[in-house]
Structure formats: C-alpha cells, structure tokens
C-alpha cells in the first residue's frame, strides 16, 4: 500500500545537519510517509550516512546520483514517490511533529487547495534580510494575499510546501535552469490557476547558514529573480509588449526595474515619484512625475517597485486614487 506522504529531499554535502533532519522527519505523528533522498553527488559521506539510517528505518528510500543540481534531483525524487502527497524538505531544516499530519489533512479535505506551505520559524544564525523576509511571509496566509505579492518574493518558503503529486508532475515538475527552481514553479502555478493557501502553524524550522545555496549560488542573485518575475510578467500583464510602464519608485529598486525592462524592449513612459529632489529628473532618459501625472496614461501598467515597510500599501491607496485598480492596473514588485 502507497504512504500517504513521500518527503522529497533532495542532498548534497549536508553531513553537519542531515541527522537533525531525518531525526525530525521519523518523529512525525503521521507515521505512514516515506522519504525519498536524492544524494546529488555528495563528497562528504551524506550518502553513507543516509545508507545507514535507511538500514534502520524502510521509510527512508536513498536514489544516489551524479552532481546535477537541485531541480534535477527534485525531480528524480518526484518520480519515485510513492504517494499521492508530496511534501519538500532541505537536509539543513527541521519539521515539527505534526508538519505532515497537519498537511495531510488539509489537503485530503480540502479539494479548493493545490499548494499548501505553512509559516516558518528561523534560528538566531539568521540574518536581518532573512527574518524581515520570515516576517513578511508568515504574513501572507491566504490565496488572495499571496497573488498579489507574487512578484515582490516568493510568497511560500520552499521546504514548507506540500502538494498533490499529480499536480505537481502536471505542471512538469521543477524547471532546470539558470535561476530560481522554486520562484520559478509558484509563478508556473499561478499562471495556472492553482490555488495556494498556508498553516497558520509554524511547522518548519528554517536554517540560514552562510552555506545556503540561496546565499552562495548565482541562480539565486537579484538579477535572476527579477528575470523570472519579468518572464511571468510577458506572459500575462505584459503580454501586449505595447503597454506604457510607470515605475512607482526611483530608489535602488525602481532604477534595477527601469533597466530591466529597457533590456527587454519594454516601454517605460515614466517614473512616479513623492521626493521632490528628484521630480523633474530623468533617471536612464526617463522623466520623474509626481503622483498626480501617474494618470496621464491610459491603460498603462503601473509597477510599485519599493522595499520600505509600509511603502506598498502607501502606492496601492495612492493608485486607487486615481482610479487605477490592484492587480489589473498595479502590481507589486521587487
């Protein structure tokens, strides 16, 4: 008989925090899972040790491999789950008891949920970019809240997530490229038109260490997630490349978009602005309007590209001023 969860766990040279991990996985209060671990190459005795531990527990399945990458190995998990519940896992976190019980249950009652993650809980390793990240995700709980920050961060912590396998294999699985694997699914499924939602119980402890491949590995830079935002863009808001483009900001973010789009043939008409050193600039050849020009344009696409607390709501009440309406005329970004 089929478990009714299967832990994709993808690994690679997590010796120093692997035991953690798996301790955490065997305590769960749903004992019917199974854990599929992709060694992906390890060179520090990762795959030895989870050899061992399989020895000891038939629930954890070990699929050694050469070096791939991490959406390789996730799909090679994928493909050998077992059960019609998947869930994600790093070998740097930990899940609390009830995590895929809790999971479980919301999924098998709740037909209206595709991908269901939970709030985290960081360690005191963490830094100041990734708690303020922490706070504002543990914040999103519902659909309707996670779309429209969609294109801000990602608004589900990976290894939180749990999902209908078949859904999952329907959208084709982790996409293997230059960039984001993750950002680049939940974007996928929005598109789609799945349907998120989150535990408001904090069930995953998540390890930010100087190690992290969010931290070391390029395909996680700035640049790379706003390329993977823009892709998602040009297939739905943005699909009409004629559309004008306001940039609600002329800081750090606002400039990056500004360029961003430029690099993509993207029309940007102007930047808004409430600074009144920079209003009558222009900023890459792009003049800075205050906010009550930001109407002059009919049908434009207005892009609140800010990082301040507080900043975003700020916008959206300006914008809905002017008439302009959340998500068909403004989206936020970062």
């Known amino acids: ?4 969860v299967s832990v994709l766990l993808p690994v690679r040279d997590a010796r120093a925090t692997l035991d953690a991990c798996l301790d955490s996985l065997a305590a769960q209060t749903l004992a019917d899972h199974e854990v599929v671990a992709v060694d992906d190459g390890s060179a520090d005795g990762s795959g030895e040790r989870l050899i061992e531990r399989a020895a000891h527990d038939p629930r954890l399945r070990v699929l050694r491999a050469q070096p791939r990458g991490i959406a390789a190995a996730l799909n090679h998990a994928l493909a050998e789950a077992k059960a019609p519940l998947v869930a994600r896992m790093d070998a740097d976190d930990l899940s609390h008891p009830s995590r895929l019980a809790l999971q479980a249950e919301r999924l098998e009652r709740d037909v209206a949920v595709d991908v269901l993650a939970c709030r985290v809980a960081v360690g005191s390793e963490a830094g100041e970019g990734m708690r303020a990240y922490v706070h504002w995700v543990n914040g999103l709980l ?5 779309a429209r920050d969609r ?3 990602s608004p589900v912590v990976h290894p939180s997530v749990a999902v209908r396998a078949a859904t999952l294999r329907g959208l084709g699985g982790y996409r293997d490229f230059d960039g984001p694997e ?9 598109d789609a038109g799945l349907r998120f939602a989150k535990l408001a119980e904090t069930l995953v402890e998540w390890r930010d260490s100087p190690g992290r491949l969010t931290r070391s590995d390029p395909r996680y830079a700035p640049e790379r997630f706003r390329n993977v935002k823009l892709d998602a863009l040009e297939r739905g808001a943005l699909a ?10 002329a800081g750090r973010i606002g400039k990056a978009w500004g360029l961003a789009l430029r690099a993509r043939g993207l029309r940007q008409v102007a930047f808004v602005e409430v600074d009144p050193r920079k209003l009558g600039q222009r ?3 792009i003049p800075v309007v205050p906010v009550p020009q930001a109407g002059a344009w009919p049908g434009a696409l207005h892009l609140a590209a800010v990082g301040q607390p507080g900043a975003r709501d700020a916008i959206r009440s300006e914008a809905a001023r002017l008439g302009l309406l959340d998500e068909r005329d403004v989206l936020a970004v970062a």
């Not at 008989?1 to 009714?4: D, H, T």
């Not at 519902?142 to 996670?146: F, G, N, P, T």
């Not at 009409?240 to 900001?249: I, K």
């Open 151 to 153: 294109f801000v961060e």
């Open 283 to 285: 900023i890459h050849g």
């Open 182 to 190: 993750d950002y680049e699914l939940w974007l996928r499924a929005f």
């Open 240 to 249: 009409a490349r004629s559309r004008p483009l306001l940039v609600w900001g």
């Open 142 to 146: 519902d659909h309707e809240a996670m």
């Open 1 to 4: 008989m089929a478990p009714r």
